[in-house]
């Protein structure tokens, strides 16, 4: 579907065409074009003026109508997406901002935690390291869990 064909009737001779275009950025960092707005002005067989605009509905990256609140952009190196404030959430550890792609939920200690890439990373080698100690010490040393 182009953005300037006639939908009113089948025959109509184009007399003016506007639009409106912006260029955005995809989730890889590219950019291309977005049609935002359209309208003709064309004539009929019957001799009439027909007019018509086409408005395309925004959307945000998480698929969302833009008519919901900006929630933000994606903190992640290379991301480029915006996200309602329903989808866009933080990390719990360096309160970055993150999709819904790039939001990691881990279950620590009884609750859920969203984690960025690398806070994630950081918190999985900090229990492995921990479980491996605890493996080798546990002979030698009595561990309370008391919290």
């Not at 064909?5 to 025959?11: I, L």
Request: positive net charge; aromatic residues 10%; contains cysteine.
């Amino acid at each position: 579907m182009q953005p300037h064909d006639p939908k009113m009737s089948d025959g109509t001779t184009p007399v003016r065409r506007d639009s409106l275009h912006r260029i955005r950025l995809d989730s890889k960092g590219q950019p291309y074009i977005e049609t935002v707005y359209s309208k003709t002005i064309s004539l009929s067989p019957e001799g009439s003026i027909d007019q018509e605009q086409l408005v395309n509905e925004r959307f945000y990256d998480c698929c969302h109508s833009a008519e919901f609140p900006l929630g933000g952009r994606c903190a992640e190196p290379g991301c480029f997406n915006v996200s309602c404030i329903n989808c866009f959430t933080r990390c719990s550890n360096c309160n970055v901002g993150l999709c819904l792609a790039h939001a990691h939920r881990t279950d620590v200690d009884g609750r859920m935690s969203v984690f960025c890439s690398h806070c994630l990373d950081a918190w999985l080698r900090r229990r492995f390291w921990r479980g491996f100690w605890s493996k080798i010490l546990s002979p030698f040393v009595t561990f309370n869990d008391s919290k």
